[in-house]
């Protein structure tokens, strides 16, 4: 199967709730909706799942091998571990029907959702419903980079044009809030990952950063970085985390397993606690992307950001 190259594109008017001309949208909820002709559903013997590629894919192949082994028996399917490199390679994945349940990182939410037929379900969230994350700039402790305004003339590494907290909206509000321009008033770099982007910081290869703190917080309780490694020079307003959904042709019996997958696993004990315990997340609580995503489309539409699906 061909696979259209998605790109992320500039565009004066915003068209970041335009499905794929694939897709339709009959109940206006701004994801695909299930095909009419059953035969275009897909009931595959093996569910094909992929976590965003925050980190290194190794390290969370083992985090979500116990969540895994309960989707096998609450879908009665076997169900395989996708360690994707990139967002792109992700919904190119999910686009050419080879991945069926995802987790999308908050910027490639919407890339997602319009151009690979990506319907969210559910997020993490702490024990008293709350959730999300804010992106931070860090530099190094010793840097005489102390605000935003500082970073005027100097390099400021970005992750993936995909990512919300890595792209997206360090983008728009050092824009609107400082007037500072990617390009024109301070150069950037891509690290391809949150993770590279922190250790670029920490090892002096990168002057500043935008990343994810859940991440940033992750690496700390691993004792990968420490919390002297690096300093903040600005935090941002919460936004939702990794979204959890299934491609939009999926059999409903078996979009529904998976939705009850997500409902019942037991965190008390499990790798998926060990882990997100320390960005705060202890559960999976239902959302929507027309609700949930409002904030990332705003941001999105400040960057004048489209989406080149067809």
């Given amino acids: 199967m061909a696979?259209?190259?998605?790109?992320?594109?500039?565009?004066?008017?915003?068209?970041?709730?335009?499905?794929?001309?694939?897709?339709?949208?009959?109940?206006?909820?701004?994801?695909a909706d299930l095909p009419d002709d059953e035969s275009a559903w897909v009931d595959p013997e093996t569910l094909v799942f992929a976590y965003t590629p925050v980190e290194d894919p190794a390290v969370y192949a083992d985090v979500w091998a116990g969540?895994?082994?309960?989707?096998?028996?609450?879908?009665?399917?076997?169900?395989?571990?996708?360690?994707?490199?990139?967002?792109?390679?992700?919904?190119?994945?999910?686009?050419?029907?080879?991945?069926?349940?995802?987790?999308?990182?908050?910027?490639?939410?919407?890339?997602?959702?319009?151009?690979?037929?990506?319907?969210?379900?559910?997020m993490m969230a702490r024990e008293d419903d709350s959730f999300g994350y804010e992106m931070e700039i860090i530099t190094q402790p010793d840097s005489d980079i102390d605000s935003p305004e500082d970073l005027e003339g100097r390099t400021l590494a970005f992750t993936s044009e995909s990512s919300n907290s890595g792209y997206k909206a360090p983008s728009a509000l050092l824009d609107s809030e400082f007037g500072l321009v990617a390009g024109e008033d301070f150069d950037s770099e891509f690290s391809g990952k949150h993770d590279n982007s922190i250790m670029g910081v920490v090892h002096g290869d990168y002057e500043a950063a935008a990343i994810a703190?859940?991440?940033?917080?992750?690496?700390?309780?691993?004792?990968?970085?420490?919390?002297?490694?690096?300093?903040?020079?600005?935090?941002?307003?919460?936004?939702?985390?990794?979204?959890?959904g299934h491609v939009y042709n999926l059999h409903p019996d078996v979009a529904e397993d998976v939705k009850q997958a997500f409902d019942t696993f037991e965190w008390e004990g499990s790798a998926l606690q060990e882990e997100f315990e320390n960005s705060g997340e202890a559960k999976f609580i239902p959302?929507?992307?027309?609700?949930?995503?409002?904030?990332?489309?705003?941001i999105d539409e400040a960057n004048g950001v489209s989406y080149d699906c067809d």
């Fill in 287 to 298: 959302i929507t992307y027309e609700q949930h995503w409002d904030v990332i489309r705003t």
């Fill in 213 to 244: 703190n859940s991440v940033l917080k992750r690496m700390v309780s691993r004792d990968v970085i420490d919390e002297d490694d690096y300093r903040s020079i600005y935090t941002s307003t919460t936004f939702p985390t990794t979204g959890y």
């Fill in 67 to 122: 969540f895994l082994d309960h989707m096998e028996e609450v879908t009665g399917k076997r169900v395989e571990f996708f360690p994707v490199q990139s967002n792109a390679a992700q919904i190119e994945a999910m686009r050419a029907g080879r991945l069926h349940v995802a987790g999308f990182n908050t910027g490639s939410n919407p890339l997602a959702v319009n151009c690979a037929g990506f319907v969210p379900f559910t």
């Fill in 3 to 31: 696979v259209a190259t998605v790109m992320l594109v500039s565009a004066s008017v915003s068209a970041a709730d335009d499905l794929s001309s694939r897709y339709q949208d009959e109940n206006g909820d701004l994801v």
